[in-house]
Protein backbone atom coordinates (compact mmCIF):
# COMPACT_ATOMS: atom_id res chain seq x y z
CA UNK A 1 0.00 0.00 0.00
CA UNK A 2 1.07 3.45 -0.81
CA UNK A 3 2.13 5.17 2.40
CA UNK A 4 4.60 7.93 3.61
CA UNK A 5 6.34 8.09 6.80
CA UNK A 6 7.79 10.91 9.09
CA UNK A 7 9.23 8.99 12.01
CA UNK A 8 10.08 12.00 14.04
CA UNK A 9 6.89 13.30 16.03
CA UNK A 10 8.40 16.18 17.41
CA UNK A 11 11.43 17.80 16.96
CA UNK A 12 13.35 20.39 19.10
CA UNK A 13 16.60 22.67 17.94
CA UNK A 14 18.14 25.90 18.73
CA UNK A 15 17.77 28.79 16.90
CA UNK A 16 20.87 29.11 14.66
CA UNK A 17 20.87 25.13 14.44
CA UNK A 18 21.00 22.85 10.95
CA UNK A 19 17.83 20.93 10.86
CA UNK A 20 16.93 17.57 9.04
CA UNK A 21 13.16 16.47 8.88
CA UNK A 22 12.77 12.52 7.86
CA UNK A 23 10.66 11.49 5.24
CA UNK A 24 10.16 8.12 3.64
CA UNK A 25 7.41 6.66 1.14
CA UNK A 26 6.61 3.38 -0.14
CA UNK A 27 5.31 3.83 -3.72
CA UNK A 28 5.20 1.40 -6.76
CA UNK A 29 7.39 4.15 -9.10
CA UNK A 30 8.39 7.41 -8.00
CA UNK A 31 5.68 9.73 -7.18
CA UNK A 32 5.97 13.67 -7.17
CA UNK A 33 7.07 14.48 -3.67
CA UNK A 34 6.12 17.62 -1.75
CA UNK A 35 6.94 19.17 1.77
CA UNK A 36 4.29 21.49 2.92
CA UNK A 37 4.05 23.41 6.35
CA UNK A 38 1.39 24.73 8.34
CA UNK A 39 2.18 27.62 10.98
CA UNK A 40 -0.14 27.69 13.88
CA UNK A 41 -3.42 28.38 13.15
CA UNK A 42 -2.99 28.06 9.40
CA UNK A 43 -3.31 26.29 6.29
CA UNK A 44 -0.59 24.49 4.31
CA UNK A 45 1.65 26.04 2.21
CA UNK A 46 3.91 24.48 -0.34
CA UNK A 47 7.75 24.80 0.44
CA UNK A 48 9.11 22.60 -2.52
CA UNK A 49 8.65 19.80 -4.81
CA UNK A 50 10.13 17.53 -6.62
CA UNK A 51 9.03 16.18 -10.16
CA UNK A 52 12.16 14.80 -11.70
CA UNK A 53 15.79 15.94 -12.71
CA UNK A 54 17.93 17.30 -10.29
CA UNK A 55 17.45 15.80 -6.63
CA UNK A 56 18.43 18.40 -4.61
CA UNK A 57 15.39 20.53 -4.68
CA UNK A 58 15.64 24.31 -3.34
CA UNK A 59 12.38 25.89 -1.87
CA UNK A 60 11.16 28.93 0.03
CA UNK A 61 12.22 30.01 3.27
CA UNK A 62 15.52 29.23 2.36
CA UNK A 63 14.70 25.17 3.03
CA UNK A 64 16.03 21.98 0.64
CA UNK A 65 14.94 18.49 0.06
CA UNK A 66 16.98 15.93 -1.42
CA UNK A 67 15.57 13.04 -3.08
CA UNK A 68 17.14 9.66 -2.72
CA UNK A 69 16.04 7.02 -4.80
CA UNK A 70 17.83 4.42 -3.36
CA UNK A 71 16.29 4.83 0.23
CA UNK A 72 12.62 5.92 -1.08
CA UNK A 73 13.72 9.22 0.73
CA UNK A 74 12.65 12.86 0.25
CA UNK A 75 14.10 14.52 3.49
CA UNK A 76 14.07 18.44 3.93
CA UNK A 77 16.94 20.57 5.20
CA UNK A 78 17.83 23.76 6.20
CA UNK A 79 21.34 25.03 7.38
CA UNK A 80 20.16 27.44 10.09
CA UNK A 81 16.78 27.42 11.61
CA UNK A 82 14.90 30.48 13.21
CA UNK A 83 12.32 30.98 15.73
CA UNK A 84 9.55 31.64 12.64
CA UNK A 85 10.42 28.06 11.57
CA UNK A 86 8.24 26.96 14.65
CA UNK A 87 5.59 24.81 12.67
CA UNK A 88 4.23 21.52 11.68
CA UNK A 89 5.80 20.25 8.57
CA UNK A 90 4.29 17.18 6.34
CA UNK A 91 5.53 15.62 3.66
CA UNK A 92 3.43 14.59 0.92
CA UNK A 93 3.23 12.18 -2.48
CA UNK A 94 1.35 11.95 -5.33
CA UNK A 95 1.59 9.28 -8.04
CA UNK A 96 2.49 10.12 -11.62
CA UNK A 97 -0.49 8.18 -13.41
CA UNK A 98 -2.77 11.45 -12.85
CA UNK A 99 -3.83 10.29 -9.98
CA UNK A 100 -4.85 13.86 -7.85
CA UNK A 101 -4.76 12.32 -4.37
CA UNK A 102 -2.26 13.60 -2.15
CA UNK A 103 -1.12 11.02 0.61
CA UNK A 104 0.65 12.47 3.35
CA UNK A 105 2.26 12.09 6.09
CA UNK A 106 1.41 12.37 9.48
CA UNK A 107 3.17 15.67 10.00
CA UNK A 108 6.62 16.80 12.18
CA UNK A 109 6.09 19.22 15.14
CA UNK A 110 8.96 21.81 15.20
CA UNK A 111 9.92 23.73 18.40
CA UNK A 112 12.64 26.34 17.99
CA UNK A 113 14.55 27.23 21.55
CA UNK A 114 15.85 30.66 21.64
CA UNK B 1 -1.87 34.70 -5.37
CA UNK B 2 -4.24 32.04 -5.16
CA UNK B 3 -6.50 32.82 -2.47
CA UNK B 4 -9.08 29.74 -0.42
CA UNK B 5 -11.34 31.15 1.62
CA UNK B 6 -13.03 28.63 3.70
CA UNK B 7 -16.85 30.88 5.68
CA UNK B 8 -15.79 29.92 9.15
CA UNK B 9 -12.90 29.86 11.11
CA UNK B 10 -14.41 28.00 14.19
CA UNK B 11 -17.44 26.05 14.56
CA UNK B 12 -18.98 24.23 17.23
CA UNK B 13 -22.42 22.36 16.28
CA UNK B 14 -24.80 19.82 18.36
CA UNK B 15 -24.66 15.65 17.47
CA UNK B 16 -27.76 15.16 14.31
CA UNK B 17 -27.60 18.70 13.10
CA UNK B 18 -26.60 19.32 9.34
CA UNK B 19 -23.26 21.33 8.74
CA UNK B 20 -22.64 23.35 5.59
CA UNK B 21 -18.63 24.06 5.30
CA UNK B 22 -18.17 26.45 2.56
CA UNK B 23 -15.05 26.73 0.22
CA UNK B 24 -13.99 29.32 -2.84
CA UNK B 25 -11.08 29.79 -4.76
CA UNK B 26 -10.85 32.51 -6.89
CA UNK B 27 -7.96 31.26 -9.09
CA UNK B 28 -10.43 29.45 -11.76
CA UNK B 29 -8.90 26.10 -10.59
CA UNK B 30 -10.37 22.88 -11.99
CA UNK B 31 -9.88 20.83 -8.74
CA UNK B 32 -10.96 21.29 -5.62
CA UNK B 33 -10.25 19.00 -2.43
CA UNK B 34 -11.89 18.64 1.06
CA UNK B 35 -9.31 16.81 3.88
CA UNK B 36 -9.55 16.21 7.55
CA UNK B 37 -6.96 16.77 9.57
CA UNK B 38 -6.84 15.01 13.45
CA UNK B 39 -3.44 14.41 15.38
CA UNK B 40 -0.87 11.91 14.50
CA UNK B 41 -2.72 10.94 11.24
CA UNK B 42 -1.94 13.86 9.18
CA UNK B 43 -4.09 15.04 6.37
CA UNK B 44 -7.04 12.75 4.77
CA UNK B 45 -8.87 12.74 1.69
CA UNK B 46 -13.07 13.73 2.21
CA UNK B 47 -13.78 14.00 -1.53
CA UNK B 48 -12.50 15.85 -4.58
CA UNK B 49 -14.13 17.73 -7.08
CA UNK B 50 -12.40 17.63 -11.00
CA UNK B 51 -15.38 19.92 -12.37
CA UNK B 52 -18.62 21.61 -11.71
CA UNK B 53 -21.19 18.74 -10.15
CA UNK B 54 -18.28 16.46 -10.16
CA UNK B 55 -16.98 13.95 -7.74
CA UNK B 56 -15.00 11.40 -6.00
CA UNK B 57 -14.80 9.67 -3.09
CA UNK B 58 -11.30 9.72 -0.95
CA UNK B 59 -10.42 7.60 1.67
CA UNK B 60 -12.90 8.39 4.53
CA UNK B 61 -16.02 9.93 2.66
CA UNK B 62 -18.33 7.89 5.55
CA UNK B 63 -20.43 10.37 6.62
CA UNK B 64 -19.82 13.70 4.29
CA UNK B 65 -21.57 14.90 0.92
CA UNK B 66 -20.24 17.37 -1.16
CA UNK B 67 -21.88 19.85 -3.68
CA UNK B 68 -20.30 22.00 -6.43
CA UNK B 69 -22.57 23.79 -8.38
CA UNK B 70 -20.29 26.92 -9.41
CA UNK B 71 -16.38 26.29 -10.38
CA UNK B 72 -15.12 28.35 -7.59
CA UNK B 73 -16.99 27.16 -4.76
CA UNK B 74 -17.13 23.41 -3.12
CA UNK B 75 -19.51 22.71 0.27
CA UNK B 76 -18.72 19.97 2.04
CA UNK B 77 -21.76 18.68 3.96
CA UNK B 78 -22.21 17.21 7.21
CA UNK B 79 -25.55 15.58 6.88
CA UNK B 80 -25.65 14.56 10.88
CA UNK B 81 -23.12 15.61 12.56
CA UNK B 82 -21.50 13.42 15.35
CA UNK B 83 -18.66 13.85 17.70
CA UNK B 84 -16.24 11.71 16.02
CA UNK B 85 -16.71 13.89 12.99
CA UNK B 86 -15.22 16.57 15.35
CA UNK B 87 -11.84 17.95 13.79
CA UNK B 88 -10.05 20.70 11.27
CA UNK B 89 -11.28 20.64 7.85
CA UNK B 90 -9.07 21.93 5.30
CA UNK B 91 -10.08 22.86 1.03
CA UNK B 92 -7.67 22.75 -0.80
CA UNK B 93 -7.82 23.72 -4.88
CA UNK B 94 -5.47 23.17 -7.83
CA UNK B 95 -5.19 24.12 -11.24
CA UNK B 96 -5.91 20.60 -13.00
CA UNK B 97 -3.97 20.88 -16.22
CA UNK B 98 -3.01 18.04 -18.12
CA UNK B 99 -0.20 17.32 -15.82
CA UNK B 100 -2.54 17.48 -12.77
CA UNK B 101 -1.30 15.00 -10.78
CA UNK B 102 1.57 17.43 -9.68
CA UNK B 103 -0.21 20.49 -9.49
CA UNK B 104 0.51 22.13 -6.25
CA UNK B 105 -2.49 22.07 -4.10
CA UNK B 106 -3.43 25.63 -2.37
CA UNK B 107 -4.96 25.39 0.99
CA UNK B 108 -7.72 27.27 2.99
CA UNK B 109 -6.79 28.57 6.57
CA UNK B 110 -9.01 25.42 7.90
CA UNK B 111 -12.32 25.12 9.97
CA UNK B 112 -11.82 23.74 13.31
CA UNK B 113 -15.34 22.18 13.81
CA UNK B 114 -16.66 21.12 17.27
CA UNK B 115 -19.85 18.58 17.76
CA UNK B 116 -20.99 17.98 21.00
Known amino acids: AQSVTQPDIHITVSEGASLELRCNYS??????LFWYVQSPGQGLQLLLK??????LVQGIKGFEAEFKRSQSSFNLRKPSVHWSDAAEYFC????????????FGSGTRLLVRP | DVKVTQSSRYLVKRTGEKVFLECVQD?????MFWYRQDPGLGLRLIYF???????EKGDIPEGYSVSREKKERFSLILESASTNQTSMYLC???????????????FGPGTRLTVL
Open chain 1, 27 to 32: YGATPY
Open chain 1, 92 to 103: AVVGRDSSYKLI
Open chain 2, 27 to 31: MDHEN
Open chain 1, 50 to 55: YFSGDT
Open chain 2, 92 to 106: ASSRGTSGGAGDTQY
Open chain 2, 49 to 55: SYDVKMK
